[in-house]
Structures are given as C-alpha cells and as structure tokens.
C-alpha cells in the first residue's frame, strides 16, 4: 500500500511563492505518473498538476505558467512550486496517482491572504 505524505504548505500573501513536498511510500513511484490536486471549501478536488514517467508534465489552466511539477525518483519525492500565487488558491493540497488512485494522504493546507 503506497502511502502519500504531504508537507510546505501555510499562509502566504497574494503574490507570494511556497513549494510543496509529496514523499511517497512503497516501490513502484518511479513507474506511476503523478498529481497534485487540490480542495477548496465547498468546491469538488481536482487535479491541478500530473508529471509523467517521461518527465513530461499537464497542467490545469487556472495554474498554467504560475505551477510548476516535478519529481525526484530517487527520493520518491514529487513537488509543486507555487509563483504568484492569488487567493483562489487557498486549498488544501493532495498529491496521488491519477491512473492508480491510491489511499489519500491528509493534504496541506495553503492559504493565500493579505
């Protein structure tokens, strides 16, 4: 069972840059691609961000050109910056497997606000 862990993020004025880290459990990272997605209160989740085993990368157009994906196989580990962030992207953050969902991690939270 793959186990997503999630960390980076907190409250950051319009504008402003975090840089969140997805530290992944369990063999089979380097052969999955992978996502982040995001919760806003009252809103569905949605994927905002996939990297491919190619190293190629998608991206949701509400983030295109102010999130970037990427990913460190030898560390497991897959991180979305965050530039110009504006209030809209005030969620809590999840990564996960978007062709092999696997159980959720318990997100971070990222707030946006003056």
């Known amino acids: 069972q793959v186990q997503l862990v999630e960390s980076g993020g907190g409250l950051v004025q319009p504008g402003g840059s975090l840089r969140l880290s997805c530290a992944a459990s369990?063999?089979?990272?380097?052969?999955?691609?992978m996502g982040w997605y995001r919760q806003a209160p009252g809103k569905q989740r949605e994927l905002v961000a996939t990297?491919?085993?190619?190293?190629?990368?998608n991206y949701a157009d509400s983030v295109k050109g102010r999130f970037t994906i990427s990913r460190d196989n030898a560390k497991n580990t897959v991180y979305l910056q965050m530039n110009s962030l504006k209030p809209e992207d005030t969620a809590v953050y999840y990564c996960?497997?978007?062709?092999?969902?696997?159980?959720w991690g318990q997100g971070t939270q990222v707030t946006v606000s003056s």
């Open positions: 990297i491919f085993t190619s190293g190629s990368t």
């Open positions: 996960n497997r978007p062709f092999r969902v696997t159980s």
């Open positions: 369990g063999s089979s990272f380097n052969i999955d691609a």
